[in-house]
Nanobody, 121 residues
């Protein structure tokens, strides 16, 4: 089970920190990722990190502004989003899987309800 939270409405240049609790007893074994679905568009990859946190991918448009992190004791993955832009407006989702395939969304069988992020100009 995936439960995202932390979304909201902010002005351009603002910050938000998203959280996602992944309900599985083997949380530390999974790579973790964040995804988003902008209005009227397909869901897309945002960021992913290995189970040890020693390798991280970012979508080009968010690199340098977003930071993914994890807390294995809390079964939680975070996405710190700074210098937000109107193009970041989307429903944000998390997921867990194998690091090599985290950018292939078709590999995921289920998704949480997501959390809405709206950035006004």
């Amino acid at each position: 089970q995936l439960t995202e939270s932390g979304g909201g409405t902010v002005q351009a240049g603002g910050s938000l920190k998203l959280s996602c609790v992944v309900s599985t007893p083997i949380f530390p074994r999974y790579a973790l990722g964040w995804y988003r679905q902008p209005p009227g568009k397909d869901r897309e990859f945002v960021a992913a990190m290995t189970r040890h946190g020693d390798d991280i991918w970012y979508r080009g448009s968010v690199r340098g502004r977003f930071t993914i992190s994890r807390d294995n004791d809390k079964n939680t993955v975070y996405l710190q989003m700074d210098n937000l832009k109107p193009d970041d407006t989307a429903v944000y989702y998390c997921n867990a899987g194998t690091y090599a395939y985290m950018q292939q969304l078709k590999n995921f069988d289920s998704w949480g309800q997501g959390t809405q992020v709206t950035v006004s100009s």
